[in-house]
């Protein structure tokens, strides 16, 4: 066992070294840098305007910058020096910059019209610019293989170019000004957006409009592809980030919210793990793609930035400003010492799982990368501190918790705990009640199932201790399965439905749930319902006809939630609606208007004042 301990003693110093931020001369920038997770490393004056695009080579070293002032360089990040440039050729701003898959050509497009594919050594144009646009060209994008070249621009066309000979391969109409322009991964497909809160993606092989995203109200400024290509991400100037399904184009989890004005520019890591947004607010975010939270606090900046781009490593970042400024920052540093220490962490548990130090570790390094886990830790932590035999250890117990904050009664041992945990946070910083409202909303909110009872439904016998998708898909386990698989699709976590999470064996348990079940909706995050009866592809009429209409638990099951989602009896959306609440949709509204009688803003607003009816019933 002594063995066994020096190893996690020995992880125990690394992990610590690792978790803790160090002090320095200039601790103030130090512990900046630690909580926004980037630390500015370089800024220089590369343009005499507005910097208005971005685009890292993938050997990582370079950088090029497109700006107003008609020219495009390119910075050397590690001689900390211009290399190239200005490459000048434009009649009017460069808006828009990438460069090929073999760093050996750089694209712009610009508020000429035009598009000009340079060749980076000679710095030379590989030939006279392209001149099929009639609007500005907002986006330029090479295919993975380097071969073709997207454009999108402000004449509501997409056009695809052999990058080699300069000609038209297809032109693809959007019906609204272009903004961006993206291929996947696998070069197979085409995402376009634009104006009008629309996002396309195409065929690159016939372009055929494959899907049509109805993704925000106002105009899409970005859009980006997730390496592995199942998903899309999209900014809007209605200062969310959304992201996407990119196969049948449903939302995935909540929108990312915290730019107080439109976001400019938007740039994903090569790994997927974190997202880079620059805003008219600003400041430049990052977001965690797992946990669906912004990373640290926002880098602010004294004027408006541009755009931003992730070095292929994902150590850099590179922003442009309206002051004609690169920045660059060192990104993912505290991410990096935070995933080293959580795996040193989990190693020292899996050494000696009885022991405190893999969980003060573990909580140290979630609690640097400010992870709401980091609670689920410390509890651990001082419940093996508590529990041991050796009285030394046990001491340790004092460093995190006084005695006169224990509570007194020990016997919950769960309320124990928790009010420790709370003490502690309480002592060592600030409670910041923001934070925890959004680890419930994240971690606690419930999605609640409305339907039609069928024959044979699952009972709590028939599903305990099982998991969902481990059941045979038949009959209306079918069902239950779909209402998980949806619910988790929104981006939560727990799933309620009335023929299995009441035992309904149980006359208590069942009376209390009924007696609750209005406030359980009310409370929901989402309510789904389930229309078995009506069709893929049904008109307007066919909910005000559905059995589910009928039933006497419809009244509170929809009054109740304040967020609703009708679905037809393949899964799909009602009348293909795919806005995020149907009780803010004008067409089914007005349909359950004239089936129920009842004025649809009565129907959304409806808001019963409990009181005076238990009064009422006394």
């Not at 200005?86 to 910059?97: A, L, M, N, R, Y």
């Not at 000004?177 to 197979?188: E, I, M």
Request: proline share 3%; hydrophobic share 40%.
């Amino acid at each position: 066992m002594s063995g066994l301990l020096d190893v996690a003693q020995k992880a125990y110093l690394t992990v610590r070294e690792r978790a803790t931020p160090k002090r320095t001369q200039s601790a103030q920038t130090t512990q900046s840098a630690q909580a926004t997770q980037l630390a500015p490393t370089q800024t220089v004056r590369v343009h005499t305007k507005n910097a208005l695009a971005v685009a890292f080579f993938k050997d990582g070293r370079r950088v090029v910058t497109a700006s107003e002032d008609k020219t495009l360089r390119i910075w050397d990040v590690e001689k900390r020096a211009l290399v190239g440039g200005p490459f000048e050729g434009h009649s009017d701003c460069v808006i828009s910059v990438a460069v090929s898959p073999d760093d050996r050509r750089i694209a712009s497009g610009g508020g000429d019209r035009t598009i000009i594919i340079w060749d980076v050594d000679s710095k030379q144009m590989v030939f006279k610019p392209l001149v099929k646009h009639r609007g500005r060209v907002r986006s330029v994008c090479f295919s993975p293989d380097g071969k073709r070249l997207a454009s999108g621009a402000y004449d509501e066309k997409v056009m695809i170019w052999d990058a080699e000979t300069g000609a038209v391969l297809s032109t693809l109409w959007c019906r609204s000004p272009v903004n961006c322009v993206a291929f996947s991964p696998n070069g197979l497909k085409l995402a376009s957006s634009g104006a009008f809160g629309t996002i396309r993606i195409w065929s690159t092989d016939n372009a055929e409009l494959l899907l049509k995203i109805d993704a925000h109200q106002d105009f899409v400024q970005s859009v980006v592809w997730s390496p592995d290509g199942q998903q899309l991400v999209s900014a809007s100037h209605g200062k969310t980030i959304k992201f996407w399904d990119s196969l049948n184009g449903t939302q995935i989890g909540l929108p990312y919210t915290g730019h107080t004005s439109y976001i400019r520019s938007l740039a994903v890591s090569s790994d997927g793990c974190f997202i880079a947004s620059a805003s008219q607010d600003k400041t430049v975010r990052l977001w965690d793609t797992k946990s669906q939270q912004q990373i640290g606090q926002p880098l602010k900046h004294t004027v408006h930035v541009s755009c931003v781009a992730i070095s292929p490593n994902g150590d850099l970042l590179a922003i442009g400003d309206n002051d004609g400024n690169l920045q660059l920052c060192k990104v993912k540093l505290g991410l990096k010492l935070y995933a080293e220490a959580l795996s040193d962490a989990e190693k020292v548990i899996e050494i000696n799982p009885s022991s405190y130090l893999g969980y003060e570790l573990m909580h140290a390094a979630l609690r640097t990368a400010q992870r709401y886990h980091a609670f689920e830790a410390f509890t651990t932590m001082l419940f093996k501190l508590d529990n041991t035999s050796d009285s030394q250890i046990r001491q340790l117990c004092q460093r995190y918790v006084s005695s006169s904050e224990r509570c007194a009664d020990q016997r919950i041992h769960g309320e124990y705990m928790v009010r420790r945990a709370f003490v502690f946070i309480g002592v060592r910083g600030p409670l910041q009640t923001e934070l925890i409202k959004e680890a419930v909303a994240k971690y606690f909110s419930w999605v609640m199932l409305s339907h039609r009872w069928e024959r044979k439904e699952p009972l709590l016998h028939d599903i305990q201790g099982r998991g969902i998708y481990d059941l045979d898909p038949v009959g209306t386990i079918v069902k239950l399965q779909m209402f998980c698989k949806v619910a988790r699709g929104s981006g939560h976590r727990w799933a309620w439905s009335d023929t299995c999470c009441i035992d309904q064996n149980n006359n208590v348990e069942l009376g209390a749930s009924v007696n609750s079940m209005f406030i359980w909706y009310h409370h929901s995050a989402l309510t789904i319902v389930y229309l078995s009866d009506v069709l893929p592809l049904s008109e307007s009429g066919a909910l005000a006809n559905s059995i589910w209409n009928t039933r006497g638990w419809t009244v509170q099951e929809f009054l109740a939630p304040k967020i609703v989602l009708f679905y037809q009896a393949d899964w799909s959306l009602y009348l293909d609606d795919r806005s995020r609440n149907h009780k803010e949709s004008i067409s089914i509204m007005s349909e359950l208007e004239r089936s129920t009688g009842i004025n649809a803003r009565a129907l959304v607003a409806f808001r019963p004042g409990m009181r005076d009816a238990r009064e009422k019933l006394q």
